[in-house]
C-alpha cells in the first residue's frame, strides 16, 4: 500500500446541536483518516461549555458553541469545562 498522509484523507463528521434553554447552538466534530482509519484526537479543555470550545474526555470529539453574527446570548448561563493536566 502506498504511503499517506492522514491529515490530507480526514473524513469529517459533523452534528448540529442546541444548548439547553438558551439560543446557543453547538456543532460536534469528529474525524478518522479515510485510508489507515486513524481517528483525530482533540486537544484542550474537557466537557461542555456555551463560551469556549470543548473537547470530550477522551479527545475524539471536540465541541464548537457558537451563534449567528446577528444574535445575542438569551438564556440561562450552564455549562463546564475541566483542564486535564498531561490529558488532551
Known sequence: ???HVCAEN???HL???HFGDTNIKYLEVKGA????NR???FRGPAGLNQS???VAIDGSEAVFPFLFSDEEFDGKAVGFSVS???GN
Open 33 to 36: 483518516c479515510n485510508v489507515c
Open 52 to 54: 469556549h470550545p470543548t
Open 1 to 3: 500500500m502506498a504511503e
Open 84 to 86: 486535564i493536566p498531561g
Open 39 to 41: 481517528a483525530v484526537s
Open 15 to 17: 452534528n448540529l446541536q
Open 10 to 12: 480526514v473524513e469529517w
